[in-house]
């Protein structure tokens, strides 16, 4: 079965950097498109980047410039580069391909 493992998070002070991994299991990862999504309290949850199959990556709005998503295909596995984290970054910060989820895992921004 799919399995989809989110790890990396953590407290981190503003302008801080944190990178989160994704171990994917259960299905052809290579040719899969991949996302990380995130949601605050209160709040709906959200694109934060996505990286197809083939390489290919859009980032939402509020992160281009700061947070990278790449891929290791023969590690089965995705990540995000998160740079000058800001306050408004705290989240769970989920891991997706198609209709799978993760656990997600906290990231905490804050002095």
Do not use: H
């Amino acid at each position: 079965q799919v399995q989809l493992v989110e790890s990396g998070g953590g407290l981190v002070q503003p302008g801080g950097s944190l990178r989160l991994s994704c171990a994917a299991s259960g299905f052809i990862f290579s040719i899969n498109d991949m996302g990380w999504y995130r949601q605050a309290p209160g709040k709906r949850r959200e694109l934060v980047a996505l990286i197809t199959g083939g390489g290919n990556t859009a980032y939402g709005d509020s992160v281009k410039g700061r947070f990278t998503i790449s891929r290791d295909n023969a590690e089965n596995t995705v990540y995000l580069q998160m740079n000058s984290l800001k306050p408004e970054d705290t989240a769970v910060y989920y891991c997706n391909t198609r209709v799978f989820w993760g656990q997600g895992t906290q990231v905490t921004v804050s002095s």
